[in-house]
């Protein structure tokens, strides 16, 4: 057996990078899309990670954040300007592994921020590589991965090229190899185990660590946080690493250290800040100022007669999503997007699994409800729609809990919506607190929005993901709860096993389109005082609570028609009067006559489609209409442009109609739109 030297050990955070993007892995062969990797990178920096490892599983060079209303951009779309970016907010060590070929190719990486380069498909190629790169540059910088996979009867065979290719190579004969090849380390990942959520495959991790005396590192297959531990308690690895986990939940890594700790495993002690990396991005406000400049300009240029695609959009088979859309999602090799394949999954899921689902939701409360009566059992974030129904009628009518309602006031109710919120205290019999801005601070944050990333609703998503948080840290109430999971239900973000809970990141990235708080500093005389529903929680306050915002959605089967017609059943809950224009639905949005639509508009401006897409492909995957519903549901909404900006929006922000188009039309993606004879024209799914 080999004897390997004592060290702490490393719990190591793997990213997954497709087109500059972080993708969930599901057996080497489902890609869902997460989110960009810089934000994720500085979380990572900010817990003081013991090191990180960012694979690059795109199949070309192209690196695409997607978006022109992000606040983190690319400067081109070549690998090596990805890592750039990732070096500016990386202040941990960086094995950077992905389309490595050469000597030549590592240096590139090792100059442009890596501290370390994993190989895999070439090493096998060429295992000279391994002996040339290790005498260049030194044993300690080379990693070799090796994704594994059982062959039955305790055997496991090597592949390459992303898992899809056998090469008949024996995972214990090939990690001796490139031992003595001059490799410094290993990364062994389970092929059969990556996104299952079932644990390492330990008797394989036993097998190499026993076989060589370099590092292993084990992957594949973590699903809770007693995984780490057992990763070197049983199977004697050095080091274990995850992908997945680390993406679902709040302050996962520092919880997966404790939790190691806990299990006798020697690491290093959890540090929640670092002094060179802070959670919240530290802005260049010239930058900033100079980007705001550019977008002002350019809305007053003007636009050429004629201006081609850069690109052509293709839709799901299945739905109307189409490739090119606000949500991340990814196509398979059938043309079915994600979001179907986890409604799809959502249906197979049997009634005692759901009923199971439900018990484990009422554990959860129960656990942290108040046992003396002291505080609320939980905080419901609430606008006083069909989900905030649903969600109160579990929580209060159904479990029996105490729920606290938290709304965030954006000013923006309908009529039916603001009545449907007022009436939720006296028909559930529950406190209800509202956190409302100033009119004029909300005036400020809906044009600068508007501006900066095209969405006056910035503040409207930032502030229902804060307020609630903070008021649990405030009155120590540990659970939040929201409904369902958004980027789940619409585009498939994860698997349904997955549990995500809310994070920062997730808030920040996903809802704020990079943009926290401290970006609006200074801007039409905003000041930190002005923007305190805007705060998340520190990280401290975070951990010392244990404070979690969960999804009713993963516990509960969710069906926003059913639900609905349910509450109007047992609470009168009203719809809106008469028809969207933008959508077929009545029962959405009421909390925010702005989100159907000219936040809504913004977006078919942006990418070609609406919210009657939206809901259109939510109903097409529940068996509500056909897909030739959906399309002609899509071609009559769609590209309306909605009376609320001209009633209501232009007023309330002090813009005239002509700016706000000119404004408008710079957000246009050139993948989507293109001029022709001085019109916008796009590709249409029933062309």
Not at 28 to 53: A, Y
Not at 402 to 418: C, D, H, I, K
Not at 502 to 507: A, G, I, L, Q, T
Request: glycine share 8%; proline share 4%.
């Amino acid at each position: 057996m080999a004897v390997r030297s004592a060290a702490q050990t490393r719990i190591i955070p793997c990213i997954l990078l497709k087109n500059g993007l972080i993708v969930r892995s599901q057996t080497f062969s489902v890609h869902q899309v997460i989110g960009n990797p810089l934000s994720t990178i500085r979380r990572f920096s900010d817990w003081n990670v013991d090191e990180l490892v960012l694979l690059d599983i795109s199949k070309g060079h192209v690196h695409d954040l997607r978006r022109d209303d992000l606040q983190a951009q690319y400067s081109d779309n070549s690998v090596l300007s990805v890592l750039q970016a990732v070096s500016s907010v990386c202040a941990i060590p960086l094995a950077v592994g992905g389309r490595i070929h050469s000597v030549d190719d590592m240096r590139v990486r090792l100059r442009g921020g890596a501290d370390k380069c994993v190989i895999n498909t070439q090493a096998i190629l060429t295992p000279q590589l391994i002996t040339d790169s290790a005498k260049t540059f030194g044993s300690q910088c080379i990693v070799v991965s090796i994704d594994a996979k059982e062959k039955g009867n305790g055997q496991y065979e090597v592949y390459r090229s992303d898992g899809q290719v056998p090469t008949g190579l024996s995972v214990v004969e090939w990690a001796k190899e490139v031992e003595k090849l001059g490799a410094g380390e290993i990364l062994l990942n389970s092929i059969d185990r990556d996104g299952s959520g079932q644990g390492y495959d330990i008797e394989l991790v036993k097998m190499v660590a026993s076989a060589v005396k370099i590092p292993v590192i084990a992957m594949g297959g973590v699903g809770q946080y007693s995984h780490f531990a057992t990763a070197v308690n049983e199977g004697s690895a050095d080091a274990a690493a995850a992908a997945n986990i680390f993406h679902f939940f709040e302050l996962s890594y520092p919880i997966a250290k404790n939790t190691a700790k806990e299990a006798g495993v020697d690491v290093r002690g959890v540090v929640l800040e670092n002094p060179y990396v802070s959670r919240e991005p530290r802005y260049d406000l010239t930058e900033r100022d100079a980007r705001i400049r550019k977008r002002l300009e350019a809305s007053k240029t003007p636009l050429p007669k004629d201006r081609p695609h850069t690109g052509k959009t293709r839709w799901c088979t299945r739905c109307v999503y189409p490739s090119i859309s606000a949500a991340p999602m990814e196509f398979d090799d059938k043309g079915v997007c994600t979001g179907c394949r986890i409604a799809e999954a959502k249906k197979n899921i049997t009634k005692d699994v759901w009923e199971r689902r439900t018990q484990r939701l009422y554990d959860i409360l129960k656990a942290n409800a108040s046992k003396d009566g002291s505080r609320y059992d939980c905080i419901i974030a609430v606008s006083g729609g069909k989900d905030s129904y649903f969600q109160t009628h579990i929580v209060k009518r159904e479990f029996g809990f105490n729920p606290l309602l938290v709304t965030y006031n954006g000013n923006n109710w309908l009529e039916s919506g603001w009545k449907n919120m007022l009436r939720m205290r006296e028909v559930f019999d529950v406190d209800h607190v509202m956190v409302s801005p100033s009119i004029p601070m909300l005036q400020k944050l809906n044009r600068l929005g508007f501006i900066i990333m095209g969405d006056m609703n910035w503040h409207a998503h930032m502030g229902i993901m804060t307020t609630p948080m903070q008021l649990a840290v405030k009155h120590q109430i540990p659970i939040v709860m929201y409904g369902e999971h958004g980027y789940m239900d619409l585009c498939g973000q994860f698997s349904l096993d997955d549990f995500p809970e809310v994070n920062y990141r997730d808030r920040t990235e996903h809802f704020g389109r990079g943009y926290d708080w401290n970006y609006m500093l200074g801007l039409e005389g905003i000041e930190a005082q002005h923007l305190m529903p805007y705060k998340y929680p520190s990280d401290q306050q975070i951990l010392d609570l244990g404070l979690r915002g969960i999804h009713l959605g993963n516990y509960v089967f969710w069906e926003a028609n059913e639900h609905g017609k349910k509450m109007v059943e047992l609470y009168k809950f009203e719809n809106h009067p008469e028809p969207f224009e933008r959508t077929y639905r009545q029962m959405s949005n009421l909390d925010d006559m702005h989100e159907n639509g000219a936040h809504d508009y913004l977006k078919y401006v942006k990418f070609g489609y609406g919210r009657c897409t939206d809901h259109a492909c939510k109903d097409i995957r529940a068996g509500i209409i056909s897909r030739d519903e959906g399309i002609a549901r899509v071609r009559k909404m769609d590209h309306i442009k909605p009376k609320d900006i001209r009633e209501r929006w232009l007023s309330y922000a002090n813009m005239d109609e002509a700016t706000f188009d000119a404004i408008a039309d710079t957000y246009r993606d050139p993948r989507v739109w293109a001029r022709q004879d001085g019109q916008w024209v796009k590709d249409n799914i029933w062309d």
